[in-house]
């Protein structure tokens, strides 16, 4: 069974959730399996399955075709699906129409936006719809031209009150949840304590309601840069380089395919062909 919004707000204070981003089929069944509390399809997909330098390229059309293949295999994971950008930031109406297209081609739960108090009439009207909505906080990729980088935010007296009343506001206009990314750990801690929103960290320490990571940084997947704030539990870029270059090894030594991996036909069949 699918958890429900109230089932995700009821671990506020409690278990911490767990979230992690898929693009695809076969990595939300996997996740679905290890009992993972939430999937985001992120429009990081931009970056890690599309090779771009950021997430600015993304279109609607880009998270529904990858949210359609992820809600097909995670039979039990809440899945939230990211709105790119230029789908929220040109109007309510284009908000609430592109959230209403995300939800009706991908069957997914929840959509999630980028950007504290100034997008907070789009959330609202958009919970008004009837579809819940994650909020995303803190280091926005969205906006990584007007920040200057990917930076750690709310660092100063101004940027961290900045951040918590960009909080307030994107709960008051009633996100379930909140993304704080690259967020210093005690300011995390205290927008969890001040808002009934979930708060979800990626860099932003353990004092969220729960933690989110993109799964190919997780796994080390490539051997490029790792934020500091990625734990890798894997390194699957050295198992795939390994059987890659083995797999080219047998197909030029005649060593792959074996017996087993053949099909046979009988002699007396063969005969008759010439
Ligand atoms: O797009 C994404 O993967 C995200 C996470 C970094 C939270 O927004």
Same mark, same amino acid.
């Given at each position: *069974?699918?958890?429900?919004i ?5 671990r506020?204070?409690?278990k911490?959730l ?29 970056n890690? *399955? ?6 600015? $390229?993304?279109t609607?059309?880009?998270?529904i075709?990858?949210g359609?293949?992820v809600c097909?295999g995670?039979?039990?994971?809440f899945?939230?699906?990211d ?11 284009d ?6 297209r995300?939800m ?7 959509i999630?936006?980028?950007g ?10 958009i ?11 803190? %280091?926005?990729?969205?906006?990584v031209?007007? %920040?200057?980088?990917f930076?750690?935010?709310?660092k100063?007296?101004?940027?961290a009150q900045?951040l918590? $009343?960009?909080?307030k $506001?994107v709960?008051?206009?009633?996100a379930?949840a909140?993304t704080l990314?690259?967020?210093?750990a005690? %300011?995390?801690q ?6 009934? $929103? %979930?708060t979800?960290?990626?860099g932003a320490g353990?004092?969220?309601?729960g ?6 940084d ?6 490029g840069f790792?934020?500091k704030?990625?734990k890798?539990y894997a390194?699957?870029h050295?198992v ?13 030594q ?8 053949t099909?046979?036909?009988?002699d007396?069949v063969l005969?008759?062909?010439?």
């Open positions: *069974m699918k958890k429900s109230f089932d995700l707000l009821s506020k204070g409690e911490p767990s979230m992690l981003t898929a693009y695809d089929y076969h990595t939300a069944c996997t996740i679905d399996e290890a009992g993972i509390d939430m999937i985001l399809v992120g429009d990081s997909l931009g890690v *399955m599309l090779g771009y330098d950021n997430t600015l $390229a993304v609607v059309d880009d998270m075709h990858h359609k293949a097909r995670a039979r039990n994971t899945v939230v699906v709105m790119p950008f230029m789908s929220y930031q040109t109007s309510v109406h908000a609430v129409a592109n959230a209403g995300i009706k081609e991908t069957n997914c739960q929840a999630k936006l980028e504290g108090a100034e997008y907070a009439d789009r959330i609202k009207a919970v008004q719809a009837g579809i819940p909505v994650v909020a995303h906080i803190g %280091l926005t990729p969205q906006s031209n007007t %920040l200057g980088g930076k750690v935010q709310g100063t007296v101004e940027a900045k918590l $009343a960009d909080a $506001a709960s008051e206009a009633g379930f909140i990314e690259c967020v210093p005690a %300011l995390a205290k927008v969890t304590e001040m808002v009934p $929103a %979930l979800i960290g990626i353990n004092g969220c309601d933690q989110v990571l993109v799964y190919q997780m796994l080390g997947y490539t051997d790792t934020p704030f990625v890798k390194n699957l050295e795939m380089l390994h059987a890659f270059k083995q797999y080219k090894e047998d197909c030029e005649r060593t792959f395919p074996e017996k087993c991996h099909f046979t036909i009988s007396e005969e008759k062909l010439y």
